[in-house]
């Protein structure tokens, strides 16, 4: 069965800082992974991919993150928060079978 | 991108009511969606699988009974809460995928207060 760890549920930047948010994942076989974003009464937006391609995906909004098979992890980074950054972010995984969902990560952007 | 919406977007009912919630997808057919609840700072948790023109699969915990969910078409699946309580006010959030994808689109969300 897969799972999903994310390191951390808030994390407060500077704007301008460097956004770094992590995800392990466990999976017995190879995975598709994501990072989703939801921002407050909404519902998930797709930040970026990974689908055994390339292992440095780069996605919306500035975001990418980096699938590193030896360390089973897809951290997502941002070079400069932004104001409009502050969200919910939610790594997930599959396959096999459903979609399954770290337990997210708040992040604050402080001026 | 592919387009999922929800309807309503929020809705309160008085327990003991049944509520149904709308999932379309609008730019493209789903023969699979699904359903998640979300309670407050938590993450997205799985209710069901529904298929287009079969019965719904539950994860387990999950009241079958209580939560009836239909997807008629290839674009339209519904959720229905039976006999509304507090306890089941929650996000209700759906998801479409695209046959033969691995790609999920979500919609935006259902807030339900049960009072």
């Known amino acids: 069965a897969q799972s999903v760890t994310q390191l951390g549920s808030h994390v407060s930047v500077s704007e301008g800082a460097l956004v770094l948010l992590r995800c392990n994942y466990s999976?017995?076989?190879?995975?598709?992974l994501f990072w989703y974003v939801q921002y407050p009464n909404q519902g998930l937006q797709l930040l970026l991919k990974y689908t055994s391609a390339a292992t440095l995906v780069k996605g919306i909004n500035g975001f990418e993150a980096e699938f590193k098979k030896s360390e089973t992890s897809f951290h997502l980074t941002k070079p400069s928060a932004h104001m409009s950054d502050a969200a919910e972010y939610f790594c997930?995984?599959?396959?096999?079978?459903?979609?399954?969902f770290g337990g997210g990560t708040r992040v604050l952007v402080k001026p | 991108g592919a387009v999922v919406s929800q309807h309503p977007s929020w809705v309160i009912c008085k327990s003991g009511t049944s509520v149904k919630i709308e999932c379309r997808s609008l730019?493209?057919?789903?023969?699979?969606m699904f359903w998640y609840r979300q309670f407050p700072k938590q993450s997205l948790m799985l209710m069901a699988t529904?298929?287009?023109?079969?019965?719904?699969?539950?994860e387990q915990g999950v009241e079958k009974d209580k939560f009836l969910i239909n997807h008629a078409s290839l674009t339209l699946s519904t959720l229905t809460v039976t006999s509304a309580h507090p306890e089941d006010s929650s996000f209700y959030i759906c998801?479409?995928?695209?046959?033969?994808?691995?790609?999920?689109?979500f919609g935006p969300g259902t807030r339900l207060t049960v009072t």
């Open positions: 997930a995984v599959r396959p096999p079978g459903k979609l399954t």
């Open positions: 529904s298929n287009e023109g079969s019965k719904a699969t539950y």
């Open positions: 999976s017995s076989v190879p995975p598709y």
């Open positions: 998801s479409a995928r695209i046959p033969v994808s691995y790609e999920q689109y």
């Open positions: 730019d493209f057919q789903a023969t699979t």
